[in-house]
């Protein structure tokens, strides 16, 4: 029996027409509120004398530094020293349709425009009182374990990016009629309970919060936010008093809520307006009902043993809890072969945003134009040629690192020296362009001299509950990505007979873009061009969570591993710089 608290509370931020995060757009504004924003949070804990293991999710498109740094503060003052940062998992639903400019780094924040402190307070406050008020409600709870799949006719995700997805030799090969299969179509689900009823619970299952376009003007939860408002109004319903749920991401980096193959702009172009929050609605829907049809299932069927649990049926979790959390510096790991499958030394580099990631995503939030894109791509080849040209040059040995890190991508930003195609960031005529124009206006005010465009430095982290492992990721991972890097972790844990089951929660704590394999990177769509650090950022991701994995196993006093690193201070003037101070109206214009 555990002892387990839970708690919501709304993300209180008034849309005043700055732009909302996820698709990146100048134009992709809030001056309405369709659905309150929510912290969702559970404490989980054995004993009174035990700190607790902490889960908040936030209805945003995803977690920066600055956010966890605030929660930590905060519930490090408030609890009184009964707090480790360890054990505190911060999760987004990846709405595209909340607020934006909660980032202390730079580039992120461009269509906001610009650092919104009032929104990084809103956020910090909302998920250090529901965290709180989830500790003062624990009373004792079972906790059960299972999954279950959708079916295959169920219209709730599709593949976004066939083609990378078949590169993989590890994969079912999949047709444009089969993008519904392409994808993990797996819920995990941790369901807590209370005198043998369902009374909260955690749902994980990868689709991108896209349902909503980027034409509409209002806060919403999109997808996940009402599949939570629906299931506690079942729970409700049921007499569950304060019931909260919670519907966190998984392997959502190359899924979408939106039909693709064949005519799928047409269909799409379809689903307007009002239409849109329907079908937000009803792909919350199918989430919720799949999710509160299998955790109430009878309490015979939920008492299965550990040792006989084969995947699908409901399991009782039982035994401790334990977390372990370290911050990797992901520009500069060298993987070993084992992960990189090649007899070659490689590392991951600097981060670098290439031309398919101005491009954007088919159906879900395309970008700049074609002809745009190929004089990108033409420009990024002739700035890697001037580059490589003279092996005697300075910076030579760099460039060729950097590229042979970046292959095949065509760099367009590199992070943190700050270039656009190779120049410094103000160098781009802006006339037509708001986005460049806000560039330009804060490195001329001096607001980017140090600050990166995008952090490197990241957390990585695992959650124990009895025999179940979470792999607690940063970043958007596709479906294979995902899935080699439970089986990376899983193998390293299951040596231990404690650990059985290993599930994988993304949008984690902090923001790295998108994680994909090797092989789909080399296709350079959206995602690859979105992989920050390079060809092999998933190899050393495994290698870190494998390592981590091993650390997790010892025992507390045993474990050495990196507790010490950390993202660097970001000069406070520059943020100041970079801050509207409200004026967004005038930013706007």
């Known amino acids: 029996m555990f002892w387990v608290g839970w708690a919501k509370h709304e993300i209180e931020i008034q849309p005043q027409g700055y732009a909302m995060f996820g698709y990146g ?30 889960f ?15 929660v930590v503060k905060a519930l490090t003052e408030k609890l009184n020293g009964q707090f480790n940062p360890q054990r505190l998992v911060l999760m987004a639903t990846h709405t595209h349709s909340g607020p934006g400019g909660c980032a202390y780094e730079a580039l992120y924040n461009m269509p906001t425009p610009g650092f919104v402190p009032e929104h990084l307070t809103a956020v910090i406050d909302a998920a250090a009182t529901s965290i709180l008020n989830a500790i003062q409600s624990e009373q004792q709870t079972e906790i059960f374990y299972q999954t279950r799949q959708f079916p295959h006719h169920t219209p709730v995700a599709w593949n976004r990016s066939l083609n990378a997805y078949n590169r993989n030799p ?82 959502a980096g190359d899924v979408s809520p939106h039909f693709h193959g064949p005519k799928q702009n047409i269909i799409r172009s379809r689903i307007k307006g009002e239409k849109q929050y329907q079908y937000a609605q009803q792909n919350g829907r199918y989430q919720s009902e799949l999710a509160i049809k299998a955790l109430t299932e009878s309490l015979e069927k939920r008492e299965v043993h550990q040792n006989q649990w084969r995947g699908g049926g409901p399991m009782k979790l039982n035994g401790g809890i334990d977390a372990i959390l370290s911050y990797v510096d992901l520009s500069q790991v060298e993987v070993p072969s084992e992960f990189s499958q090649v007899p070659y030394r490689v590392r991951t580099s ?13 159906v879900d939030g395309q970008g700049a134009a074609k002809p745009i894109l190929k004089i990108l791509t033409l420009l990024s080849r002739q700035v890697r040629k001037k580059r490589l040209a003279d092996i005697n040059a300075p910076d030579y040995i760099k460039y060729k690192a950097l590229y042979e890190s970046q292959f095949p991508k065509d760099i367009v930003l590199e992070s943190p020296d700050n270039r656009l195609l190779g120049k410094h960031l103000d160098f781009s005529p802006s006339v037509f362009d708001p986005l460049i124009a806000e560039m330009n206006r804060q490195v001329k005010a001096g607001a980017i001299q140090t600050s990166p465009l995008v952090p490197s430095v990241i957390p990585l982290q695992i959650i124990q509950i009895g025999p179940l492992a979470l792999v607690c990721c940063p970043g958007e991972i596709t479906t294979t990505a995902g899935q080699r890097l439970i089986q990376t972790v899983a193998s390293q844990l299951t040596v231990h007979q404690r650990i059985s089951m290993t599930a994988l929660v993304s949008y984690c704590n902090d923001y790295m873009g998108y994680i994909t394999t090797q092989e789909e990177y080399q296709e350079q769509a959206y995602e690859g061009a979105h992989t920050l650090y390079g060809q092999w950022t998933h190899a050393a991701i495994q290698y870190k969570f494998q390592y981590l994995a091993s650390q997790l196993l010892l025992d507390e006093s045993q474990r050495k591993f990196d507790q010490f690193t950390h993202p660097a201070k970001i000069p406070q003037h520059e943020i100041d710089l970079r801050t509207n101070h409200g004026n967004v109206k005038t930013a706007v214009r």
């Open 56 to 70: 908040c999710c936030l209805d945003l498109g995803c977690i920066t530094y600055a956010m966890r740094e605030g």
């Open 350 to 362: 600097a981060a670098c945003h290439g031309v398919g990631f101005m491009g954007g995503t088919p």
């Open 25 to 54: 757009m100048w134009s992709h504004r809030a001056y309405e509120k369709r659905t309150a924003l929510f912290a969702r949070s559970f404490s989980i804990r054995r004993s009174d004398s035990e700190q607790p293991l902490l």
């Open 170 to 251: 590890d994969v079912i090969h999949r047709t444009e009629a089969e993008t519904h299969l392409a994808l993990n179509r797996e819920m995990q689900l941790i369901g807590f309970y209370r005198e043998g009823q369902l009374s909260g619970f955690i749902s994980l299952f990868g689709v991108h919060a896209t349902c909503l376009g980027n034409q509409l003007n209002a806060h919403d939860g999109d997808n996940k936010g009402y599949a939570a408002i629906q299931s506690e109004a079942y729970l409700l319903r049921q007499g569950v008093p304060n019931p909260v749920a919670i519907f966190a991401q998984a392997t």
